[in-house]
């Protein structure tokens, strides 16, 4: 079993961290599922400097299932570790989760995300790394992609940095910060980068069935896997993904009803911690993810987009359930 100093997953499924998405009721709700965690949205360094209250309520993680990984991301090796000492100080997380990937480009402007992955960076990175290690009291991921743009691919050398500056875990996405979302992603760095270094390795981006997670288990010799985008409405995948690697068995997808049932779970949670208002909006492009591959049901996920309550909400799920006949 994958284990980060004396912190044991239950298996070798992350879910990724997703902005806009894998807050807090969203990762308890993930956690019911078999994933050895599920990685938070990515944290400002600087808003967390200057104390904006939604990057704050962003450190609620209690009563959340542990172990709790939360992501800073930052230019900077000094608002980084002062980033730090804020989630230090007022959240009970169990790893640090640096961002070395996100290509945004209002992200990639302040030297952050995937722009440490720049050549000329190499001794920044390490310097940087080695302090946030130093300074952590929890164990240090990171999460990178393999290089910059198509001629400086060197996820190799960088997760050789990362583990030189005491780095335990890597998550590596499969794709360039040019390539932002296009394009295939590239397995065989990631199996490079396997190959290169001691520390658990997690292979990222496109695993979207059973079938595919163990392809790309089996080529990169990865020690697990990292899902975002395909499990978003779609979190039975995980234990489809988890059934399949490790009983051999290939299970059918969720049926309808329970979508239905996650939804309106999805729904709840988030109701509890952000209230009716900003909770339906947000199910608005979630929503309809649970309804997609299933027959006639675009009118409602067309619905879904334009819900103001819970009211609304729950409407389209009855006309969707006496649609299809279900209790
Ligand atoms: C909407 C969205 C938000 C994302 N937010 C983050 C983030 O906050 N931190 C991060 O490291 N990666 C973020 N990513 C990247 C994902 O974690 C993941 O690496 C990428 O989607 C590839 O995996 P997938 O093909 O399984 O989705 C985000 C991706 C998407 C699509």
């Excluded at 284990?3 to 990724?16: G, Q, S």
């Excluded at 450190?59 to 172990?67: F, G, I, M, S, T």
């Excluded at 720049?118 to 390490?126: D, I, Q």
């Excluded at 697990?224 to 039975?236: E, Q």
């Amino acid at each position: 079993m994958l284990k980060i100093k004396n912190i044991e997953f239950k298996n070798n499924l992350f879910a990724a961290p997703l902005a806009g998405f894998t807050n807090k009721a969203y990762r308890i709700f993930l956690k019911e599922f078999p994933v050895a965690t599920v990685v938070s949205e990515m944290i400002s360094d600087c808003a967390l400097m200057y104390n904006n209250q939604e990057t704050i309520n962003m450190l609620d993680v209690e009563n959340e299932p542990h172990p709790i990984v939360l992501q800073i991301f930052g230019g900077k090796k000094e608002t980084l570790i002062s980033g730090i000492k804020i989630l230090e100080a007022k959240a009970n997380y169990d790893i640090l989760d640096i961002n070395l990937g996100c290509p945004v480009n209002k992200v990639v402007k302040g030297n952050a995300g995937s722009a440490w992955l720049k050549k000329g960076r190499e001794n920044e990175l390490y310097e940087t790394m080695k302090t946030i290690v130093e300074i952590s009291s929890k164990p240090v991921s990171a999460k990178i992609r393999i290089g910059w743009d198509q001629n400086s691919i060197n996820c190799v050398e960088i997760a050789k940095i990362l583990e030189k500056a005491g780095v335990q875990l890597l998550f590596v996405h499969g794709r360039t910060r040019k390539a932002l979302y296009s394009g295939s992603c590239n397995y065989e760095m990631i199996k490079k980068v396997k190959e290169a270094v001691k520390i658990p390795v997690i292979a990222n981006g496109d695993i979207d069935s059973p079938i595919k997670a163990k392809e790309v288990l089996d080529y990169t010799k990865a020690d697990g896997l990292m899902i975002g985008r395909a499990s978003l409405g779609n979190p039975y995948l995980f234990t489809r993904i988890d059934k399949y690697l490790n009983e051999g068995l290939l299970i059918n997808e969720a049926t309808l009803n329970m979508q239905i049932g996650y939804v309106i779970k999805h729904y709840e949670m988030l109701k509890q911690l952000k209230g009716e208002f900003k909770a339906t909006r947000e199910m608005r492009s979630i929503a309809p993810r649970y309804f997609k591959g299933f027959n006639n049901t675009k009118d409602y996920r067309i619905s879904f987009t334009k819900i103001s309550s819970s009211s609304d909400f729950y409407k389209i799920i009855d006309e969707i359930k006496l649609a299809n006949n279900l209790e």
